[in-house]
């Protein structure tokens, strides 16, 4: 008689199942949704938290990393919410998810005419098939765990041939030590032009968990212009997921700025649905103390005369962590692909680290593909140069960090969200300049 093998879950693991049969009559949706939870976490279950065997999640082991979960955040958050803005200056329209929830009394929708804006859970409670169409083939526990779990979000629909000009924000809010499970979904119709942001932010010294998803789909010929900035409180997880395909002719441009959290992991998943297609994917990880940011780009090059172009930057300091883990994949009738990856990470600490893990996975021949990787220290020579044109060394350092970031900060395209990403880096090497005097 042979005995079923026993499933050693962790206390987090343990955690999550007990809240999820408590709060699974309470969890917005219909009752197909419902069910769609139930093989969510299912599937969750079945893989367990990632770990360092999870080949994709490798150098971001959230099964040792995560001891604990906080309770869920399942209903609105008090009236007395002030949402900061991470952005001064920059013109857009404001979409405010307070722990998971959308608030319109805290928006700003003005200038967003002829775009639909809604609450997830009215999509949830009318079981719209959307939901989860995106992210149906991605094999990953913290996706699963945001399907079973999702509390809200919002629900963007730009109309064909629209041209939005103010920038449209998903301004992304925890207010206390609750773990939110946020979903959006991003519609952009065939021609429309237009600008997206997301921010996360929170507290700082709550140990609170953000797992957020955002499903998107840009039409034929749509302009897209795409920027996340990651600014969570200092003792938090943030886990964030972008799954986009993108049509005939289609432009999509995309940045990642990575400043927050004490362990925190964004993935993007790139599906290219039209030919000539192109998307140029882009970020910036700046991390400092114990921070641990990973970053995660899988490219799927699936019909032919596509072109993609990705640019990755990372500054270390202190005892932190940086990962990038980059995956292009050209299908069989994928003829005529242009894809190149680069990665390139700055220690200004010996006891920082920086992980890299590029891939190609070319299954056609008619291609262009290549991918490359580099890491070191700021050039001495470089930095003596301007020390000894009198340019202080805290000075010369910011100067030497900001020109290596800029480049993938201003791939992006947009001057507007280039010059606000980039003031943001500066104050960060302010700060760090501070720390060290």
Known sequence: ??????????????????EF??????????????AAREAA?????????????TEPWRYTDLRALLRTVPPLAIGASGEDVVVADLLPGLDRARLVVVDGIFRPELSDLSGLDGVSVRPLVDLLRDGDNRVGQQIASINDAVVSLNSALMVGGVAIEVPAGARIERAIEIAHVTTSAVASHVRNLVTVGADASVRLLETHLGPAGSAYQANIVTEATAGDRAKVVWAKLQSEGDASVHLGTLAVTIGTET?????????????????????YSGENARAGLFGATMVRGKQHADIALSV??????????????????????GVFQGRIIVR??????DGRMMTQGLLLSEDASFFVKPELEIFADDVQCAHGATSGEIDED?????????????????????AFLAEAIEGLGDEAIGDAFEEISR?????????AA
């Open 1 to 18: 008689m042979n005995a079923e093998p026993r499933i050693l879950r962790t206390q987090a693991e343990e955690t999550l199942a007990l």
């Open 21 to 34: 049969a408590a709060a699974r009559t309470q969890l917005p949706g219909s009752p197909a949704i419902a």
């Open 41 to 53: 976490f299912a599937a969750f279950q079945k893989l367990g938290l990632p770990h360092r065997r």
């Open 251 to 271: 432009e999509f441009d995309h940045l990642t700025l990575m400043i927050g959290a004490s362990i925190s992991r964004s993935q993007t998943f790139v599906t």
């Open 300 to 321: 799927d090059h699936a019909v032919p005369n596509g072109a993609s172009r990705e640019l990755f930057k990372a500054v270390m300091d202190g005892r932190s962590e």
């Open 332 to 337: 069989p009738d994928a003829q005529k692909t």
């Open 382 to 402: 470089i930095l003596f140069y301007l020390l000894s044109r009198g340019i202080p060394r805290a000075e010369a350092e910011t100067l030497l960090v900001t």
């Open 427 to 435: 104050n960060w090497l302010a700060a760090r300049g501070e720390e």
